[in-house]
């Protein structure tokens, strides 16, 4: 993945009307990444996307794609390409027509074409048999890698997909995050992808961008993002967290050892603290902070158990424990303690940004 920027965004504003749905954003795009960008429903992904690929103009700012700026230039001239959710696979032409589509368009030899539609073939795991094949006789799964191998028969500088996998089953799903993170790996390709899955991101991009009502709220490598969100939405978007509102170094309910207090000694913001890193103390166990409180529910999830603990006079607290550490149920009275290492603390003005 090389450093300079295959794509950048500048000051990028789209408004329809009186509203705006993206507030003059900027992004850099690394050559040979996978960009993954989340958000919630309404925060402005499918209008970026849409920007990027040429479907519509932005009001204002600016995209470039290396040296050459793009976003006046039509669709079809960009040497960009979209993944669609829906497809747009032709359903009774073969797999074979689907993909040396792009090819005949620029009028290549039906001789080459075939030889690069049977390397596509190849790429995708798809047996040289499926030439021949109808799409509608093709599985869900299936027809999306004959629209990826189309889409690479484009031989596009860049991919973008916009939620290619949310109508397909769980295990389904699964197969195919690893099979796209595994083709982006071997085409080098820079891939764009959008999602409302926070779990698929994790586990194919290289960096999340995190997009709330129009504008990134953090852009940042997954392990950063979930150890070092930036505001209270990036932490609670990146999955179950406790919260504590920290004044002058102390947070009500909370007991500090010598390591945290030295630590946060004078520090006012958000204490970002994940369920599996908070410990149920056995009597007498030490901890840099520990708390109190007693278990209201539990969840059993696969290896883990997951408690929410009451407190009095404050939020509940989460706790995710490994099976075999887990202790009483509902009603039973528990200590809990965690590291200063598992602790992050958002600064004030970052959490009020999110607000
Ligand atoms: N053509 C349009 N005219 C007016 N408003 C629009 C138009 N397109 C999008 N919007 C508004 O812009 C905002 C962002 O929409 P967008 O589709 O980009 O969100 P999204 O993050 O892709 O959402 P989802 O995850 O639900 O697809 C929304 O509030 C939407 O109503």
């Given at each position: 993945?090389?450093?300079?920027?295959?794509?950048?965004?500048?000051?990028?504003?789209?408004?329809?009307?009186?509203?705006?749905?993206?507030?003059?954003?900027?992004?850099?795009?690394?050559?040979?990444?996978?960009?993954?960008?989340?958000?919630?429903?309404?925060?402005?992904?499918?209008?970026?996307?849409?920007?990027?690929?040429?479907?519509?103009?932005?009001?204002?700012?600016?995209?470039?794609?290396?040296?050459?700026?793009?976003?006046?230039?039509?669709?079809?001239?960009?040497?960009?390409?979209?993944?669609?959710?829906?497809?747009?696979?032709?359903?009774?032409?073969?797999?074979?027509?689907?993909?040396?589509?792009?090819?005949?368009?620029?009028?290549?030899?039906?001789?080459?074409?075939?030889?690069?539609?049977?390397?596509?073939?190849?790429?995708?795991?798809?047996?040289?048999?499926?030439?021949?094949?109808?799409?509608?006789?093709?599985?869900?799964?299936?027809?999306?890698?004959?629209?990826?191998?189309?889409?690479?028969?484009?031989?596009?500088?860049?991919?973008?997909?916009?939620?290619?996998?949310?109508?397909?089953?769980?295990?389904?799903?699964?197969?195919?995050?690893?099979?796209?993170?595994?083709?982006?790996?071997?085409?080098?390709?820079?891939?764009?992808?959008?999602?409302?899955?926070?779990?698929?991101?994790?586990?194919?991009?290289?960096?999340?961008?995190?997009?709330?009502?129009?504008?990134?709220?953090?852009?940042?490598?997954?392990?950063?993002?979930?150890?070092?969100?930036?505001?209270?939405?990036?932490?609670?978007?990146?999955?179950?967290?406790?919260?504590?509102?920290?004044?002058?170094?102390?947070?009500?309910?909370?007991?500090?050892?010598?390591?945290?207090?030295?630590?946060?000694?004078?520090?006012?913001?958000?204490?970002?603290?994940?369920?599996?890193?908070?410990?149920?103390?056995?009597?007498?166990?030490?901890?840099?902070?520990?708390?109190?409180?007693?278990?209201?529910?539990?969840?059993?999830l696969g290896s883990r158990?997951?408690?929410?603990?009451?407190?009095?006079?404050?939020?509940?607290?989460?706790?995710?424990?490994l099976r075999e550490?887990?202790?009483?149920?509902?009603?039973?009275?528990?200590?809990?303690?965690?590291?200063?290492?598992?602790?992050?603390?958002?600064?004030?003005?970052?959490?009020?940004?999110?607000?």
């Amino acid at each position: 993945m090389g450093d300079q920027p295959i794509l950048r965004i500048n000051a990028l504003t789209k408004r329809f009307n009186e509203f705006t749905a993206l507030h003059g954003i900027d992004l850099n795009v690394r050559d040979g990444e996978f960009l993954a960008i989340v958000g919630p429903s309404g925060s402005g992904k499918t209008t970026l996307i849409r920007l990027l690929v040429g479907m519509d103009e932005p009001t204002e700012g600016a995209i470039w794609l290396r040296d050459s700026r793009i976003d006046a230039v039509p669709a079809n001239k960009r040497p960009t390409c979209m993944v669609f959710q829906s497809l747009a696979l032709f359903p009774h032409r073969s797999v074979g027509q689907n993909i040396e589509f792009p090819l005949k368009l620029r009028k290549v030899a039906p001789a080459t074409r075939k030889a690069r539609a049977l390397e596509l073939l190849e790429l995708l795991r798809l047996p040289a048999s499926y030439y021949d094949k109808r799409i509608d006789e093709c599985s869900g799964g299936e027809k999306q890698r004959v629209a990826l191998a189309r889409a690479l028969a484009f031989d596009p500088e860049i991919l973008f997909f916009d939620e290619p996998l949310s109508a397909l089953d769980y295990r389904l799903r699964k197969t195919l995050e690893k099979e796209l993170k595994d083709l982006h790996r071997r085409t080098g390709k820079t891939f764009i992808y959008i999602t409302h899955s926070l779990e698929e991101a994790m586990v194919m991009s290289d960096r999340i961008a995190i997009m709330k009502a129009g504008r990134f709220e953090q852009i940042a490598p997954a392990a950063e993002i979930y150890a070092r969100p930036r505001s209270r939405f990036v932490a609670e978007f990146m999955g179950e967290v406790n919260l504590f509102d920290m004044v002058d170094g102390r947070v009500p309910g909370l007991r500090f050892g010598p390591r945290a207090s030295n630590l946060f000694v004078g520090q006012t913001g958000t204490l970002v603290v994940r369920p599996e890193s908070v410990a149920l103390l056995a009597p007498g166990e030490e901890a840099d902070v520990a708390l109190e409180g007693i278990i209201e529910s539990e969840y059993l999830l696969g290896s883990r158990v997951q408690y929410t603990v009451a407190r009095e006079g404050a939020a509940p607290v989460t706790v995710e424990v490994l099976r075999e550490n887990a202790v009483g149920g509902p009603g039973a009275p528990v200590v809990m303690g965690f590291g200063t290492s598992a602790c992050h603390l958002i600064a004030p003005e970052a959490r009020d940004a999110a607000a």
